[in-house]
Structures are given as C-alpha cells and as structure tokens.
C-alpha cells in the first residue's frame, strides 16, 4: 500500500525567464497518431505526484512527473541529453523560490516527445545542469523531469490516482457524472488558476485564487501573510526546488472549499518570506492547491474549455498527516536502497529520538534495508499515530540503534 501522506514532498516552483536565445524555438505541437476518441496510459503515483512515461527521440520510456505549475517540458538528468546526442540551441533562464535560486538551462529545440498514441515533433525541451534538481532520489526510482504546459494545454485529461491512469482526450468528450463538480478555472501565464476559500479555525477566511498545481505534493500552500488562519503551527520541510530545500511553517485549516466540494482540516504549508523574494523583490504569490488534496479526486483538466471536474476518491475522507515521524528520507545508490535521512524536524519524535541529517538507515522495524524499497520505507514512518519504530542507522561508521513511537505534532 502506497502512503497518501508521504515524508519527502516535491514543491518545484519553478518559473521560466525570459528566452536568452538567437535562433527559433521549436514549434511542435502534440497529436493523436490515430482517429482514437481517447489514450489511456499507466502512470505511477508516489509523494501525491502523477508520473508518466514518456519517449524522447523515439528512446524510453522516461518518467516525468505531470505538473500544471511549469510552460516548457524539463530534463532534470542532463546525461540523457548526452545519450540522445540533443543539440542545445539557445540557454534559457529558470529561477524558483527563494532568491538567489537562478540557473541557466540548455534549449533543445528539435525533440520529439511521444506518448501511448500521440507524439509531439519539434517540441521544446530545457535540460538542467547537473545535480541542481534530482527526483529519482525522492520517488525511488528513475524520473527524469517534468511535463506541463505543452502537453495539458492541447488536450482535456482525466487523472484517476486510485487507478493509476492517465486518459486523455481528442476532444472534450468525457463523461461528466451527476454528482461531479464543475469548476471554472483561468489560465494565466500558462497555469491553471482555481478560485478557492479557506476557512480558519477561528472563523476568519481568505477567498482568492489559488494555482491548481499537480506538481506539489502538500496540500495546500499560502503567503505566510496568511498563517493566522492557522492558530497553532510547527516548522517543517516544504518541498524542494531550484532554489534548494524549501523551508517554513505547518499549520491546520477548518476547510479548503473549491466551487461546492470542500476539505477538513487540511494541513497547510507556508514557506518562510524569503522564498518568495527575487533579488530583493517580493513575488505577488498567493498559494497553491496541491496533490495532497488533489489525489484525493478523480480529476479531469481542460485547459481549451477553462474547466476542472472534480469527484470524490475512495480516498477524500481520509484525515490529513504531517510527518508522524518528522524525518525526511530519501533513496541513492545504483539500486536506490540506500536510505538516507537528510531533514529532521525540530521537536519531532524522530529529533527526540536523536536522530540526524545524513544518517543512514541499515534496519527498519527488524528489516534490513536490502529488503525495502522507499515506498515501504515511507509507509511504516507514516502507519499512524502510536505505532512503534526501531531504526538502526550508520553515523560516521557508528551503529546507532533507536526506538520512538509516531505522532501527530498539530
């Protein structure tokens, strides 16, 4: 079983600068290879986050993480651009949250990108330098980059998390049930814009519009303008991006409430203020709806016709998590077994417990790691409340052995 609310969370941010370039940008667009009314692809579903395959130049298949927050596809591992033999045509600016978190990517300009039944000539693709952004550490396995924009503005998709599948249509010929929401959305600047009500536990709400991000794997990020909504708050690990590791508060809310389906007591992130400063300039940045409320739908986006359709999942009822354990890990090595704790939240049971960024976890409730994947990992530091965890680990060559049980800390 796959944990809903998982340690490490994907929070990307990622905004793309203006084009440095002196030659054409690729002007491709994708197709369906059939006269099919629709494709049904397999995804995989980890950390609240739809990843899907995809070939490029007819090699893969590649995982990339659907993402309705970021225009331009994005190649995270750069050693791939190498094995293709892409020609970088231009650079192209990115910066992400938190200042000085500027880098500049290669333009590919000539890729085709292609899926089960459609394919994409002459498409764009930016290709990150090395070790800037790596996904494969937090999902477990390979994944490669990001899909947005490109893909979701030409075609209605129907994301089905409990099912693991990805339908997308020709036209916008999908069934819409009697009990689906159907919501507006605007697109702005590419992304989809939700209009959204939180509710405070005092009374107190903020009506606005929120980005509907796939891409984010909290449930719901805001200004820390807002964290009065908030009555008791905790720091944690946010997400992580270009800028590096994003850091702030966590807190509850009453409700999420979007169009006429609302959520409970969601927990609630709010990056800390200089992740939203740009060479000492303030981002105008209300937030985000992200897959830790997402996930909990059976959803269907269409850019063309400006709207989303929400219905509920087996899963929309289910109480909302921080991290029972309060440490974040993440997996290396040729086998991703390696497991490594690199964030451990202040008062936690896992900081109580002594705990340590860079520990290596060698045993896990009487297993060793050779016989764990992350996601097994992840499921038993989120079972629940009161549960029991022993954990050997390595520090500086030393074996370390401790005992805490899990806990809610808001």
Same mark, same amino acid.
């Given at each position: 079983?796959?944990?809903?609310?998982?340690?490490?969370?994907?929070?990307?941010?990622?905004?793309?600068?203006?084009?440095?370039?002196?030659?054409?940008?690729?002007?491709?667009?994708?197709?369906?290879?059939?006269?099919?009314?629709?494709?049904?692809?397999?995804?995989?579903?980890?950390?609240?986050?739809?990843?899907? %395959?995809?070939?490029?130049?007819?090699?893969?298949?590649?995982?990339?993480?659907?993402?309705?927050?970021?225009?331009? /596809?994005?190649? /995270?591992?750069?050693?791939?651009?190498?094995?293709?033999?892409? !020609?970088?045509?231009?650079?192209?600016?990115?910066?992400?949250?938190?200042?000085?978190?500027?880098?500049?990517?290669?333009?590919? /300009?000539?890729?085709?990108?292609?899926?089960?039944?459609?394919?994409?000539?002459?498409?764009?693709?930016?290709?990150?330098?090395?070790?800037?952004?790596?996904?494969?550490?937090?999902?477990?396995?390979?994944?490669?980059?990001?899909?947005?924009?490109?893909?979701?503005?030409?075609?209605?998709?129907?994301?089905?998390?409990?099912?693991?599948?990805?339908?997308?249509?020709?036209? %916008?010929?999908?069934?819409?049930?009697?009990?689906?929401?159907?919501?507006?959305?605007?697109?702005?600047?590419?992304?989809?814009?939700?209009?959204?009500?939180?509710?405070?536990?005092?009374?107190?709400?903020?009506?606005?519009?929120?980005?509907? !991000?796939?891409?984010?794997?909290?449930?719901?990020?805001?200004?820390?303008?807002?964290?009065?909504?908030?009555? !008791?708050?905790?720091?944690?690990?946010?997400?992580?991006?270009?800028?590096?590791?994003?850091?702030?508060?966590?807190?509850?809310?009453?409700?999420?409430?979007?169009?006429? /389906?609302?959520?409970?007591?969601?927990?609630?992130?709010?990056?800390?203020?200089?992740?939203?400063?740009?060479?000492?300039?303030?981002?105008?940045?209300?937030?985000?709806?992200?897959?830790?409320?997402?996930?909990?739908?059976?959803?269907?986006?269409?850019?063309?016709?400006?709207?989303?359709?929400?219905?509920?999942?087996?899963?929309?009822?289910? %109480?909302?998590?921080?991290?029972?354990?309060?440490?974040?890990?993440?997996?290396?090595?040729?086998?991703?077994?390696?497991?490594?704790?690199?964030?451990?939240?202040?008062?936690?049971?896992?900081?109580?417990?002594?705990?340590?960024?860079?520990?290596?976890?060698?045993?896990?409730?009487?297993?060793?790691?050779?016989?764990?994947?992350? !996601?097994? $990992?992840?499921?038993?530091?989120?079972?629940?409340?009161?549960?029991?965890?022993?954990?050997?680990? $390595?520090?500086?060559?030393?074996?370390?052995?401790?005992?805490f049980r899990l806990r809610e800390d808001i």
């Amino acid at each position: 079983m796959k944990t809903l609310f998982v340690a490490i969370t994907i929070c990307l941010f990622l905004i793309t600068g203006p084009l440095t370039t002196r030659t054409k940008a690729g002007v491709g667009e994708f197709s369906f290879e059939s006269n099919r009314r629709s494709v049904t692809i397999p995804i995989r579903v980890t950390n609240n986050l739809a990843v899907m %395959p995809l070939y490029l130049n007819e090699s893969g298949p590649f995982y990339f993480i659907l993402d309705s927050g970021v225009n331009t /596809t994005i190649l /995270t591992e750069p050693v791939i651009a190498a094995i293709l033999g892409l !020609d970088l045509e231009s650079t192209v600016l990115i910066y992400g949250l938190g200042g000085e978190g500027i880098v500049e990517a290669g333009l590919a /300009t000539d890729v085709n990108i292609s899926m089960r039944g459609i394919s994409g000539k002459d498409m764009n693709l930016l290709i990150i330098p090395e070790d800037i952004l790596s996904f494969s550490e937090v999902f477990g396995f390979p994944v490669y980059g990001i899909i947005g924009h490109d893909f979701l503005k030409q075609f209605p998709v129907r994301i089905d998390y409990a099912n693991e599948t990805i339908r997308i249509f020709r036209e %916008p010929t999908y069934r819409v049930r009697g009990r689906d929401e159907k919501i507006p959305i605007e697109i702005v600047n590419g992304k989809p814009y939700v209009e959204s009500t939180i509710v405070g536990h005092e009374g107190d709400s903020l009506t606005t519009y929120l980005l509907f !991000d796939l891409g984010a794997s909290h449930p719901i990020y805001l200004n820390k303008d807002y964290i009065g909504l908030s009555p !008791d708050v905790i720091e944690g690990f946010l997400g992580k991006g270009i800028s590096g590791n994003l850091l702030g508060r966590l807190g509850r809310v009453d409700k999420v409430i979007i169009g006429d /389906t609302y959520i409970r007591d969601p927990v609630v992130s709010y990056p800390e203020r200089r992740f939203l400063e740009f060479h000492g300039q303030t981002i105008d940045w209300e937030g985000l709806i992200g897959g830790g409320i997402i996930r909990r739908y059976n959803v269907i986006l269409d850019y063309k016709s400006e709207l989303l359709v929400l219905r509920k999942g087996r899963d929309h009822g289910k %109480p909302f998590n921080t991290s029972l354990s309060g440490i974040e890990v993440i997996a290396r090595g040729a086998d991703m077994r390696n497991f490594m704790i690199h964030y451990v939240r202040p008062g936690s049971a896992g900081y109580e417990a002594g705990l340590m960024p860079g520990d290596q976890i060698i045993r896990l409730n009487m297993q060793r790691y050779t016989q764990l994947n992350l !996601d097994e $990992v992840l499921d038993m530091l989120s079972a629940g409340e009161r549960k029991s965890i022993s954990m050997t680990v $390595v520090r500086n060559g030393e074996l370390l052995h401790k005992n805490f049980r899990l806990r809610e800390d808001i």
